[in-house]
Nanobody, 126 residues
Framework: QVQLVESGGGSVQSGGSLRLSCAAS????????MAWFRQAPGKEREGVAA???????SYADSVKGRFTISRDNAKNTLYLQMNSLKPEDTAMYYC????????????????????WGQGTRVTVSS
């Protein structure tokens, strides 16, 4: 059974950094397209960053140049390095997995992912 567990969230001031982790179990992460989504209070869940099994990445425009997604297949773990954080980055962050590959234009589409973690909260204060 596929399980995803996020960690690393917390509270930070504007301009600060955090690194989120997503530990996968029940399957080999190397064969999956992985992504981070986030959901702010009162807003829809949105794609933030994705990485496919070949290491190709996709980013939302709002985080390009500030966030970096990576994966360590040996540790079966997905990461999201978040730098230059802004108050508008405040949200619950979710890890998600899709079995197989996704075209670059579809990697940040919510409906393409069928495995989800429980989320980790990120709060950025001004």
């Amino acid at each position: 059974q596929v399980q995803l567990v996020e960690s690393g969230g917390g509270s930070v001031q504007s301009g600060g950094s955090l690194r989120l982790s997503c530990a996968a179990s029940g399957y080999s992460l190397s064969n999956y397209c992985m992504a981070w989504f986030r959901q702010a209070p009162g807003k829809e869940r949105e794609g933030v960053a994705a990485i496919d099994s070949y290491g190709s990445t996709s980013y939302a425009d709002s985080v390009k140049g500030r966030f970096t997604i990576s994966r360590d297949n040996a540790k079966n773990t997905l990461y999201l390095q978040m730098n230059s954080l802004k108050p508008e980055d405040t949200a619950m962050y979710y890890c998600a997995a899709h079995s197989g590959r996704l075209s670059w234009w579809s990697r940040l589409v919510l409906g393409n992912y069928n495995y989800w973690g429980q989320g980790t909260r990120v709060t950025v204060s001004s």
